[in-house]
């Protein structure tokens, strides 16, 4: 077996040293019952040539986002990777390295991880920021329990804003936990006043989404207002990070934690996973924040240097008291997001959404165009809503026929959900051409 | 007060005498090379992306655009690169050396993982494409779902916990779930978790409002059973428990625990962080086991990442299977399906928890465990056990006389020691761990498990050769010697060679500087 | 100094008529390492004895300090919130955290006397 680097004479010598007989002396402490003498019922091994046809052969399966004019987000979003990404990832000393407890040999990852920290704060407007959660929707069932550790309250609003798999993720910890949870209704276009009046002496936090859902922009400052003026506090939550480059901030909204997707940056789509949470606050929150924190010190030499620090909020030593279970965080996501927004820097994060928006805007008029269509969004980033005057999960899937990939169904993130049936989520990036639109633009009216 | 200083060791710099190698001009010494912060090298007008104007269009940012400068540092290409390469070359690695991090299976990473995780039908496809145009990752999905469970001899699996911790609650939840559904829910308050547990149980117990209750240690290590069953009841919830255990032990007893735990209607939770010890040979469905969770990072080796992405897929028994959170793929006359809400899971006969993630779970990591497993193959899988285990007893056995082993052997994947052996020597744990760096090793898992005072747990994985082992264990021999005759100063002041020496926590934990921020600027001249 | 007690958890309370200071004891800012962080109630609240009052935080360990006495906290140390080394440096004298009017002074007499708590720790090395 080629990863096995034992051979049989080595495994005699070593047994001779043990003192052992067979290697199933060392498996004695296994009760009888359980030991397995034959092989599990799974094929035997296989070599790299072989291997690499069966996974050939489950790719060939599925249609490839580049491979057709492509226009699906809903929370995660297709953009071009540098090249230098993806080959600086796969350096055996970043890909094959441990969480960095052993700082004086692991300084390559705690300096990305503090440089990391540092672009976060500043995109987001916060003052700190973390060394990343699982992803945005497990980031935010973290910032509401933080939340309630802030106030010592127990109950959490989530506007209609929200992405729907990230308020039922965060619905499932919260009934785990014993908290109380508002979930308002899906609404488009305007919901600022509505999710106000939602907001009382009981609330430990308002969560909400921009771009929303439905990816309309929405106006934080009055909810961050009202929020505040009632001892609760506002979880800003981000789907499209690229979004940053060219709205508002969050933190400059009034927001005391943002919770972000940082797929967009760095990441492929990878079918889901796995993606990385970006996490930021206010400074004065910082001990009841989750996750892992890189901070900034001296060695014996007196050179700067850096380490996992205000790890006494962690479970590996807080145990049952910890601010939370996890203990990874999303190590490689985030080193390649801090690759590519070091490539991008202060102006090609700007263009970068610039573009982005002047192609959904393009994608937009073109589809407006089409009898029957109706885009619903007021202000938008990359993303928008429309209006089909048929089911839209019929219409996706005879758009896929005629290789379009069109766009996320809102019925099938709201099940059951009355009059979103016809709604369909569209996302435009830098990585669609005019010739794309065109495609797409045709499509739907041969579809409707 | 509670919970004094467990790990009990030094937290600011310890002594021991400077290093008398030359100085350089630059700081740096030869490949070691220092490098500044990516905003020190900011550099207006360097970019490292060329983004061309979009055509005209009218702005639908509404009042919401951007103002003034986020900060972000400007450089080119050939920058970013040489930035990243040269903090690359201060990090340990699997590549570069033998990892013993125990409980941690720092094992080879095969590159074919890699090379497939990154085949366009495979990287490049959305979670949220119609499922017609995935059917390919969904039977993927379907075969990784197999694969888990025939090795693991239990029915029922979730794919979509991120990691390990991840996996624990969502193994937990489905314990809850069940256990509702039998209207057993409110009465089933506490959660029974060895005392060497990995901090991650009692924490994940806690976040679900459970009480935590320790079970302690018999002199051989293992759970003591007496004291265990004197703690069931029609109270307790679950046993959390490690096996093979985190000291590196199979729990003899664990057929009887489990049947215990079922007798008072309780389940077993098994953390599964240790499978690599026991793949293809034991399975955890023939243990009694109800749930465990799998880090597809540790026994199936995808890459650590300097900690991240994980995955933690959890098995389940058929008492939980039905509990197994959204969504789920199944496979039937038109294909594989994914089954991502109540309403098709309810047809479907399953009464799903909830969901832990949005999206399915960490398909990267599936594609790259999968591809391990496709390797291995059943045959494979019972040697990656059984050299795991042998290696690890080579290490106790070579290293029994010359450090100082708590337990009899044999072990399983791998071998602990405590700091008996550096009774005396004025040298703690610590020091002994921080001089194998000098000698270009990683050190090993250091103060874990608590039960033991001063840990040292080496996991030398299954990747290891003899040849590699062997001289990694004459140098903990040399190590040793050291430490009896008085060789201070070669512990208490290292790594000496390292890109840094001992860094200051107490420090960073006093004045958190989390965040690099620009100079403040120079006062105008009057 | 006759008149401090310590308790099993290495909290000492010295009383001044009504008022009990309390803090950690040297052994346990030893054991505990460099002080990083420490977390004060507010003034005003009622504590009963065993109550959590304060968080002591090293780099590896966070302990709680729990109430050896009840009353009402009628003053915290904002000392060693500013400089957690004040901890470490003078443990049993400038770097305590609370002081409490007592409301059950007999409690006092439950707990260990100087030379009890020596004998104590003693027993622990």
């Known amino acids: 077996m080629r990863y096995l680097p034992l051979t049989e004479t080595d495994r005699r010598e070593m047994l001779g040293v043990i003192g052992a007989k067979s290697v199933d002396e060392l498996f004695r402490d296994v009760p009888e019952s359980a030991r397995r003498e034959g092989l599990v019922d799974l094929p035997r091994r296989k070599g790299e040539l072989e291997v690499e046809r069966i996974f050939s052969r489950m790719a060939a399966k599925n249609v490839a986002a580049g491979s057709a004019p492509f226009f699906v987000g809903g929370g995660a979003y297709r953009h071009h990777v540098p090249a230098a990404v993806d080959h600086l990832i796969q350096r055996s000393e970043f890909l094959t390295s441990y969480t960095p407890y052993q700082p004086e040999i692991a300084q390559g990852t705690l300096q990305y991880l503090f440089e990391f920290q540092t672009q976060v704060a500043m995109i987001t407007g916060m003052d700190v920021a973390n060394a990343s959660m699982y992803d945005a929707s497990t980031g935010c069932g973290e910032a509401v329990l933080m939340a309630h550790r802030v106030t010592k309250r127990r109950k959490a609003v989530l506007s209609g804003t929200l992405h729907p798999q990230y308020s039922a993720v965060v619905k499932n910890l919260s009934d785990f936990a014993g908290y109380k949870l508002e979930i308002m209704a899906p609404a488009l276009p305007d919901t600022v006043e509505d999710i106000i009046s939602h907001i009382t002496d009981e609330t430990s936090c308002v969560v909400v989404q921009t771009p929303g859902f439905f990816g309309e922009l929405h106006d934080l400052r009055p909810i961050a207002e009202a929020a505040h003026a009632k001892g609760a506090l506002l979880i800003a939550v981000v789907p499209e990070i690229v979004?940053?480059?060219?709205?508002?901030?969050?933190?400059?909204?009034?927001?005391?934690?943002?919770?972000?997707?940082?797929?967009?940056?760095?990441?492929?789509?990878?079918?889901?996973?796995?993606?990385?949470?970006?996490?930021?606050?206010?400074?004065?929150?910082?001990?009841?924040?989750?996750?892992?924190?890189?901070?900034?010190?001296?060695?014996?030499?007196?050179?700067?240097?850096?380490?996992?620090?205000?790890?006494?909020?962690?479970?590996?030593?807080?145990?049952?008291?910890?601010?939370?279970?996890?203990?990874?965080?999303?190590?490689?996501?985030?080193?390649?997001?801090?690759?590519?927004?070091?490539?991008?820097?202060?102006?090609?994060?700007?263009?970068?959404?610039?573009?982005?928006?002047?192609?959904?805007?393009?994608?937009?008029?073109?589809?407006?165009?089409?009898?029957?269509?109706?885009?619903?969004?007021?202000?938008?980033?990359?993303?928008?809503?429309?209006?089909?005057?048929?089911?839209?999960?019929?219409?996706?899937?005879?758009?896929?026929?005629?290789?379009?990939?069109?766009?996320?169904?809102?019925?099938?993130?709201?099940?059951?959900?009355?009059?979103?049936?016809?709604?369909?989520?569209?996302?435009?990036?830098?990585?669609?051409?005019?010739?794309?639109?065109?495609?797409?633009?045709?499509?739907?009216?041969?579809?409707? | 007060?509670?919970?004094?200083?467990?790990?009990?060791?030094?937290?600011?710099?310890?002594?021991?005498?400077?290093?008398?190698?030359?100085?350089?001009?630059?700081?740096?010494?030869?490949?070691?090379?220092?490098?500044?912060?990516?905003?020190?090298?900011?550099?207006?007008?360097?970019?490292?992306?060329?983004?061309?104007?979009?055509?005209?269009?009218?702005?639908?940012?509404?009042?919401?655009?951007?103002?003034?400068?986020?900060?972000?540092?400007?450089?080119?290409?050939?920058?970013?690169?040489?930035?990243?390469?040269?903090?690359?070359?201060?990090?340990?690695?699997?590549?570069?050396?033998?990892?013993?991090?125990?409980?941690?299976?720092?094992?080879?990473?095969?590159?074919?993982?890699?090379?497939?995780?990154?085949?366009?039908?495979?990287?490049?496809?959305?979670?949220?494409?119609?499922?017609?145009?995935?059917?390919?990752?969904?039977?993927?999905?379907?075969?990784?779902?197999?694969?888990?469970?025939?090795?693991?001899?239990?029915?029922?699996?979730?794919?979509?916990?991120?990691?390990?911790?991840?996996?624990?609650?969502?193994?937990?939840?489905?314990?809850?779930?069940?256990?509702?559904?039998?209207?057993?829910?409110?009465?089933?308050?506490?959660?029974?978790?060895?005392?060497?547990?990995?901090?991650?149980?009692?924490?994940?117990?806690?976040?679900?409002?459970?009480?935590?209750?320790?079970?302690?240690?018999?002199?051989?290590?293992?759970?003591?059973?007496?004291?265990?069953?004197?703690?069931?009841?029609?109270?307790?919830?679950?046993?959390?428990?490690?096996?093979?255990?985190?000291?590196?032990?199979?729990?003899?007893?664990?057929?009887?625990?489990?049947?215990?735990?079922?007798?008072?209607?309780?389940?077993?939770?098994?953390?599964?962080?240790?499978?690599?010890?026991?793949?293809?040979?034991?399975?955890?469905?023939?243990?009694?086991?109800?749930?465990?969770?799998?880090?597809?990072?540790?026994?199936?080796?995808?890459?650590?990442?300097?900690?991240?992405?994980?995955?933690?897929?959890?098995?389940?028994?058929?008492?939980?299977?039905?509990?197994?959170?959204?969504?789920?793929?199944?496979?039937?006359?038109?294909?594989?399906?994914?089954?991502?809400?109540?309403?098709?899971?309810?047809?479907?006969?399953?009464?799903?928890?909830?969901?832990?993630?949005?999206?399915?779970?960490?398909?990267?990591?599936?594609?790259?465990?999968?591809?391990?497993?496709?390797?291995?193959?059943?045959?494979?899988?019972?040697?990656?056990?059984?050299?795991?285990?042998?290696?690890?007893?080579?290490?106790?056995?070579?290293?029994?006389?010359?450090?100082?082993?708590?337990?009899?052997?044999?072990?399983?994947?791998e071998a602990l020691f405590d700091d008996r052996f550096l009774k005396g020597t004025g040298i703690e744990t610590l020091d002994f761990a921080k001089a194998m760096i000098d000698e270009g090793y990683h050190p090993m898992t250091m103060y874990f498990p608590l039960v033991v005072h001063g840990a040292l747990l080496i996991e030398p994985t299954e990747t290891e050769s003899k040849q590699a082992v062997d001289l990694f264990i004459a140098t903990l021999k040399d190590l040793a010697r050291a430490a009896r005759s008085n060789d201070k100063d070669r512990f208490t002041g290292a790594p000496y060679m390292s890109p840094r020496r001992r860094l200051d926590e107490t420090a960073a934990a006093r004045r958190p500087v989390l965040r690099w921020a620009p100079p403040a600027p120079a006062q105008a001249a009057e | 100094m006759s008149d401090i007690r310590f308790t099993d958890q290495h909290e000492w309370v010295r009383v001044d008529g009504d008022i009990a200071t309390i803090g950690i004891s040297d052994y346990a800012q030893e054991q505990l390492g460099d002080v990083v962080f420490v977390e004060l109630p507010e003034v005003g609240k009622e504590l009963a004895a065993g109550d959590e009052a304060a968080v002591v935080e090293s780099v590896k360990a966070a302990s709680e300090v729990y109430s050896p006495v009840s009353g009402e906290i009628v003053d915290v140390n904002g000392d060693i919130e500013a400089t957690p080394a004040g901890v470490n440096e003078d443990a049993m004298g400038d770097g305590w955290f609370i002081k409490l009017r007592l409301s059950n002074p007999g409690e006092l007499d439950k707990l260990m006397d100087e030379a009890a708590y020596s004998e104590f720790v003693e027993g622990l090395q």
């Open chain 1, 243 to 448: 979004s940053l480059g060219a709205v508002t901030p969050p933190g400059e909204m009034g927001a005391d934690i943002v919770v972000a997707e940082g797929q967009s940056i760095g990441n492929g789509l990878n079918f889901g996973g796995p993606y990385v949470g970006l996490f930021a606050t206010r400074e004065k929150y910082v001990r009841q924040m989750p996750g892992r924190l890189c901070g900034e010190t001296v060695d014996a030499d007196g050179k700067r240097g850096f380490v996992l620090t205000l790890s006494t909020r962690e479970q590996h030593i807080r145990r049952e008291k910890a601010t939370s279970n996890i203990c990874t965080n999303s190590g490689l996501c985030c080193l390649a997001f801090t690759i590519h927004m070091s490539l991008l820097g202060e102006d090609g994060y700007a263009q970068l959404a610039r573009i982005n928006h002047a192609a959904a805007v393009s994608l937009a008029e073109k589809l407006a165009s089409v009898p029957g269509v109706e885009i619903l969004n007021k202000a938008f980033f990359n993303e928008f809503t429309m209006r089909l005057p048929k089911p839209a999960a019929e219409v996706v899937d005879a758009l896929a026929d005629k290789g379009v990939l069109g766009g996320v169904p809102a019925s099938r993130l709201l099940p059951g959900v009355k009059g979103v049936e016809d709604l369909l989520i569209v996302a435009s990036t830098e990585i669609n051409t005019d010739a794309d639109r065109a495609a797409y633009q045709a499509a739907l009216k041969e579809v409707l």
């Open chain 2, 1 to 413: 007060m509670s919970g004094m200083n467990k790990q009990g060791r030094p937290t600011s710099i310890g002594g021991g005498s400077a290093e008398g190698a030359r100085e350089t001009f630059t700081g740096n010494k030869a490949l070691q090379v220092e490098e500044p912060l990516l905003f020190e090298l900011d550099n207006p007008g360097a970019c490292g992306v060329d983004l061309d104007e979009p055509a005209e269009f009218t702005s639908h940012l509404g009042n919401f655009e951007r103002q003034g400068q986020i900060g972000l540092a400007r450089v080119s290409e050939p920058e970013v690169v040489r930035h990243f390469v040269r903090l690359s070359s201060k990090n340990y690695s699997i590549d570069a050396g033998l990892y013993p991090l125990g409980s941690c299976t720092m094992k080879h990473n095969p590159r074919l993982n890699e090379k497939v995780a990154r085949l366009p039908g495979i990287g490049d496809v959305h979670p949220l494409q119609p499922q017609k145009t995935v059917q390919g990752a969904l039977e993927l999905m379907h075969e990784l779902s197999h694969w888990l469970k025939e090795l693991t001899g239990m029915p029922g699996v979730a794919l979509s916990p991120k990691a390990g911790a991840h996996g624990e609650l969502c193994g937990m939840m489905a314990i809850r779930a069940a256990l509702t559904a039998r209207g057993e829910g409110e009465q089933r308050t506490r959660v029974l978790v060895p005392e060497s547990a990995h901090g991650t149980n009692p924490a994940t117990a806690a976040l679900l409002g459970y009480k935590v209750d320790a079970i302690p240690a018999t002199k051989e290590g293992r759970v003591d059973l007496e004291a265990f069953k004197s703690k069931l009841g029609p109270d307790v919830a679950a046993i959390m428990l490690t096996n093979p255990n985190t000291c590196g032990l199979f729990e003899r007893d664990i057929v009887a625990i489990a049947d215990a735990v079922h007798e008072v209607g309780a389940y077993f939770y098994c953390d599964g962080a240790n499978f690599n010890a026991i793949v293809g040979r034991v399975r955890p469905g023939d243990l009694g086991v109800d749930a465990m969770h799998i880090n597809l990072h540790k026994t199936f080796s995808t890459p650590h990442g300097g900690g991240g992405p994980g995955a933690g897929p959890v098995v389940f028994s058929e008492a939980l299977a039905p509990f197994a959170p959204l969504p789920y793929v199944v496979h039937d006359k038109d294909g594989f399906r994914l089954v991502e809400t109540e309403d098709e899971a309810s047809a479907d006969g399953t009464q799903p928890f909830g969901r832990m993630t949005a999206f399915h779970g960490q398909m990267g990591m599936f594609v790259r465990a999968l591809s391990y497993m496709l390797s291995h193959g059943s045959d494979g899988l019972r040697q990656v056990a059984e050299d795991a285990v042998l290696n690890a007893n080579y290490v106790l056995a070579s290293l029994k006389d010359d450090l100082s082993a708590p337990f009899e052997g044999p072990c399983m994947h």
